[in-house]
């Protein structure tokens, strides 16, 4: 069963810092680019970050400079460092991989907060 798994969530002060993880499986991960993707109350999924299967990454101007996403292919596991938070970074972030084709179900998420 696929599965997509993300933790590591919280409520942080503007400035601050959380890693998120993303546990998922082998058929969504595995030689897939992935993405961490977030949305806010009232607005739609969009992509915050992704990483190709062979290293290279992309950000949205929003978080680059502040996120750091990056994968581990022997557990796969995503991951995205976010650094220098901002209230505008508060949502629900999600995992899963780039192209709607290679897809799983999507998770339930992990809440960030971001006070001012």
């Known amino acids: 069963q696929v599965q997509l798994v993300e933790s590591g969530g919280g409520f942080v002060q503007a400035g601050g810092s959380l890693r998120l993880s993303c546990r998922t499986s082998g058929r969504v991960f595995s030689g897939n680019h992935m993405g961490w993707y977030r949305q806010a109350p009232g607005k739609g999924r969009g992509l915050v970050a992704h990483?190709?299967?062979?290293?290279?990454?992309f950000y949205v101007p929003a978080v680059e400079g502040r996120f750091t996403i990056s994968r581990d292919d022997a557990s796969n596991t995503l991951y995205l460092q976010m650094n220098n938070l901002k209230p505008e970074d508060s949502a629900t972030y999600y995992c899963?991989?780039?192209?709607?084709?290679?897809?799983?179900?999507w998770g339930q998420g992990t809440q960030v907060t971001v006070s001012a």
């Open positions: 899963n991989a780039l192209l709607p084709l290679k897809r799983g179900p």
């Open positions: 990483i190709s299967r062979d290293g290279p990454v």
